[in-house]
């Protein structure tokens, strides 16, 4: 059983004295609507984004109406099952985050359900990204506060959700929040947020910022 978020925080170690990067997975670090669309195809749906969110957006093909909630949350939940191990990377995510992990810190921090943990864990491995992984549930600011308290150097924190990044802001005032998607399919339909301290358009633009920031 995955423990809750904060006594997963506890048994990290964390040097307060390094930068620190926190980075949500899906979207950001892995795609997620594209291998779900994929996903769905091959079982007679389809994915229509209209919006930031997944609330009506699956279709029947044959009929071309939405499905019934109850049968777009058992869709999501198997493609979490079936999928979360082999997510593909985002654009220039992989280089990028090594580059910048050379002068600080990573932690990958999820809203993963714990049942995937191990496979989000998987997943990572096999993309090459070994940085220590927190599952959360909610809202992140909490845990995001948890992390911080313990560092003295400049935090950064990337997330595709604007609900996230305000969570971050509510409870960590200080930290760079970066309102990013590294799957363009996305970031079109991303809703605008002013919670955001910086909205960049890909990984380049962060790592030359967290370059600048850091050294």
Not at 59 to 66: E, G, M, Q, T, Y
Not at 107 to 114: D, K
Request: some cysteine; aromatic content about 10%; glycine content about 2%.
């Amino acid at each position: 059983m995955v423990p809750p978020a904060n006594t997963q925080i506890k048994a990290l170690s964390i040097d307060p004295n390094l930068p620190l990067v926190l980075v949500d997975a899906d979207e950001v670090l892995v795609h997620f609507a594209i291998p779900f669309r994929n996903y769905l195809l091959k079982r007679g749906y389809e994915l229509k984004l209209n919006g930031y969110t997944l609330q009506n957006a699956i279709f029947n093909v044959k009929s071309n109406r939405p499905v019934v909630p109850h049968t777009a949350k058992n869709l999501v939940i198997n493609f979490i099952k079936e999928e979360t191990h082999r997510q593909p990377a985002t654009p220039g995510a992989i280089d990028s985050i090594k580059a910048i992990s050379n002068y600080a810190q990573i932690i990958i921090i999820s809203n993963v359900p714990r049942y995937a943990h191990k496979a989000r864990l998987a997943n990572l491995k096999a993309l090459d990204l070994p940085f220590p992984f927190v599952s959360n549930e909610g809202p992140k600011g909490p845990a995001l506060k948890q992390i911080c308290d313990q560092i003295k150097k400049p935090s950064v924190f990337i997330d595709d959700n604007s609900s996230q990044i305000s969570s971050a802001k509510q409870h960590v005032p200080h930290l760079y929040r970066f309102y990013f998607s590294g799957c363009k399919f996305v970031r079109s339909q991303m809703p605008t947020t002013d919670a955001a301290t910086h909205n960049p358009k890909s990984w380049k633009e962060i790592e030359a910022f967290c370059y600048e920031l850091f050294t």
